[in-house]
Structure formats: structure tokens, C-alpha cells
């Protein structure tokens, strides 16, 4: 082929290719304005970054690495191993009613967004601010073609954390011979069971375990990762609450940068995270009822706006591009019926005698938060929060058509 004629061709490609960019750019502003938002975070993120941001909040390596010692000792092999599957089927249920969601519903705000929706007018705002303050949660105002990528980053995510997991506690649990000793506060790791394991299986096989310190040390950077994803699904949040004015100082934190990134929003999340991380300094058992409270929160959220889809919007829901057809209602109802019930197991004692090194603070702290916030909703918000509000100009729209 002749040079001309190859670059001609190239250049017609690239052309095509800006062309779709600029199409799914279109399609995903004219989306959002359909919801009442104009667009001012960059969609630069693909179904791949969107996966990678979900996959690096879930972090299994972080999750298992850190609670393993809690699940030897208070369940055994036999229950991590099985449980595994079993509450990662029920997490995915949940997955997919939360995509069916994001598909018609793709901004920013997420789950406080969808509540208000969900619920329409008379029901939307006093749910929306339940839902807000009880929420940290993503990016899909960022992401391309959100009403697609949003509900594959969030399933695909949530199904490999699940195989990825599974083989990560399989390999950790059969190298787990001597279960007393490897929770003892006498073996080399002073009692954490998976550093010890790591030091044994180098140490037995090469003579030291420098190997299994090594791999403490990728868990520590899936930890930093972890945190700075969090960070940044945090900040969205904080970001898409302000922009409805729920926040206090709500134009502040509503700013974005010549980036299009919420600089302010993701400073004040970092500074959060930050002076929640301190408190283990000083108290476990504080650090401990804060973990409590985020887990607790976190699945309440996730619950709520698929609550209102199978009961208020059960009739008026209109699906996005991805649905779950006829199975949605179901898998919506199974969805709530198991947050609902861990809800109540991770609020139990999880040993006895109950002493105040044992007490579960996690009913109080979640009860204590759901106070806070209906009385906050009573005294003041009712009267001047009104959910999510469009910030387009219809009038300017208007008089530019």
C-alpha cells in the first residue's frame, strides 16, 4: 500500500475515533442533564478504570489480611472457607440491584440520588438525607458511558474479589496446621496468624523468612491503594452532597479545580481518614466501633435505594440500559433480606462474658448515628433540604435554543 495512501487512511481512523469519543461525551452530558445536572467532573474513567477503582475499595488482600485473626478465632477454617462463597453470592445479589440503579440513575450522587428518586417527591428528600449520611460511595459521573461501565465495574469487581478471595483464604487456611500457635502471643508475628504463616512457609522452605515479610509488604501497598480509593469514592460523595447543598459550607467543598477534581472535598475526606486512623493510637476499641459504624452504614446505604425499588418504585422504575428483566424484583428482595440480617449479626456480642473489651458498640454507634441524623432532619433540614436539585439554568437553556 502505497505511504499516502496508509496515512490517509490512518488519519480517517483517528478522525472516526474522536468522533465516537465525542458521541459518548454527548450522550453521557445529555444523560446527565436529563437528571438535572450539568457536567463538571471529567468522564475520563473506562469500565477498566471504573473496575480498578471499585476492585481497589472491596481489597480483599486488605479485608482478609486484617480481619483473618478474628475469623480462626471466632469461627474456625470450616466457616471462613464455606462462609466465603456463600456471602459473596449474597454480596453479588446486591451488586447486581445496585447496577440496576446506576444504569438508570449514573451521577455522582449514587445512593442518596437514587433514594430521592426512587421515592419521588413527597418521600424523596427526608430519604435522600438518610441515605446521604449514611453513604460513601463512587465515581460514576466520572466514568464514559456510566449507565453501562458503572453496573460492569461494579459486578465485575464484586465477582473476581470473590474468586480472588476464595483462592487467597484457600492457600492461607491449608498452610494453617497449628491453629493455637499461629494465634498465640508467643509465635515470632506475636499472635497475627497470616504474618506468621507467611514466616513459616519461607522460613521452612528457604531457611528465613524474609520472603514472608516481603509479602506483608504487598499487602501494605494494596492497603495504600485501598485507602486512596476510598479517599477518592469518599470525596464524590462529598462533592455530589454539597452540590445539593446537604453539607455544611456546601460551596466550599463544591468546588472543582481546572482538573475537574473536587479538590476540596478530597482534602477534607483525607483528613477524615486521617483523624479516624489516629484513634487506634490510643483505643482499639474506638478504632474498632468506627470500623463498626462504616461497615454497618456502608450496607445500610446500599440497601436503602434497592428497598424503595422494590416496594415505592416497584410500578413507576424505569430501568436503564442494563436491568435484571423479570428476576429484578427478586433479586432486589434477596438483596435487602441479607443486609438486613447481617445487619443484625454484625451487631451481636462476639464473645462471652460481654466485658467492655468485648462489647460490640456497633448497634449503639449505628443506632446513635440514625438519631443524630433523623433528629438533624426534624429540627432543621425538613424545612430547607429539598434532595437533589437540578443545577442547569433552564432559562439560559432556553433562551440559547
Sequence with gaps: MPMAERRLLEGDESIREE???????????????????????????SVISSFSVSFSVISVLTGITTLYNTGLEFGGPVTMIYGWPIAGAFTLMVGLAMSEICSAYPTSGGLYFWSAKLCGNRWGPFASWITGWFNIVGQTEETKNADKNGPKGIISSIGISIIVGWGYLLGITFAATNIPYLLSSDNDAGGYAIAEVFYLAFKSRY??????????????????????????????????FSRDGAMPLSSFWH???????????????AFISFCMALTSLGSLVAFQAMVSIATIGLYIAYALPIFFRVTLARKSFVPGPFNLGRYSLLVGRVA???????TVLFSLPVA???TGDTLNYTPVLVGGLLLLTVASWLLSARHWFRGPTTNINARAESSDT
Aim: proline share 2%; aromatic share 8%; glycine share 10%.
Design 19 to 45: 468522533e465516537e469519543e465525542e458521541e459518548e461525551g454527548n450522550a453521557d452530558g445529555s444523560r446527565l442533564k436529563q437528571l438535572g445536572y450539568k457536567q463538571e467532573l471529567s468522564r475520563s474513567l
Design 336 to 342: 435487602v433480606l441479607w443486609v438486613a440480617t447481617i
Design 207 to 240: 531457611g528465613n523468612g524474609i520472603g514472608g515479610i516481603i509479602c506483608l509488604g504487598i499487602v501494605a501497598v494494596a492497603i495504600f491503594f485501598c485507602g486512596m480509593s476510598s479517599v477518592t469514592s469518599n470525596s464524590r460523595t462529598v462533592y455530589a
Design 255 to 269: 468546588k472543582v479545580n481546572d482538573q475537574e477534581v473536587p479538590i476540596n472535598a478530597v482534602w477534607l475526606s
Design 352 to 354: 462471652y462474658p460481654i
